[in-house]
């Protein structure tokens, strides 16, 4: 599973380099969500958020107030879980 993951020190410079998408999470160091927590994103969007604390292994709470961005955020973390899938078979 190829994962790219920003350290908080050299983010904006590796963001600089990057011209696609890339980027699996960005984090910081030290980790804003302790271990075993939960992420919770009370504007979740288009879900790249839930994305990444899904990739990271922590479970994840989105709130979004615009059905049409709910269910892009649903597509999108369905679709990683697929993808993800295929990576482990």
Same mark, same amino acid.
């Given at each position: 599973m190829r994962k790219n993951v920003i350290l908080h020190g050299d983010c904006l410079e590796k963001l600089r380099?990057? #011209? %696609?998408? +890339?980027?699996d999470a960005v984090v910081t160091d030290p !980790?804003?969500? !302790?271990p075993g927590g939960i992420?919770? %994103?009370p504007f979740a969007g #288009?879900? +790249?958020t839930i994305v990444a604390a899904k990739r990271e292994g922590f479970d994840y709470l989105g709130i979004e107030r615009e059905a049409e961005y709910v269910e892009?955020? =649903?597509? =999108?973390v369905d679709e990683d #879980?697929?993808?993800i899938d295929k990576e482990d078979e």
């Open positions: 380099e990057i #011209s %696609d998408n +890339s980027i !980790p804003i969500t !302790p992420v919770l %994103d #288009s879900g +790249s892009i955020a =649903r597509a =999108r #879980s697929e993808k």
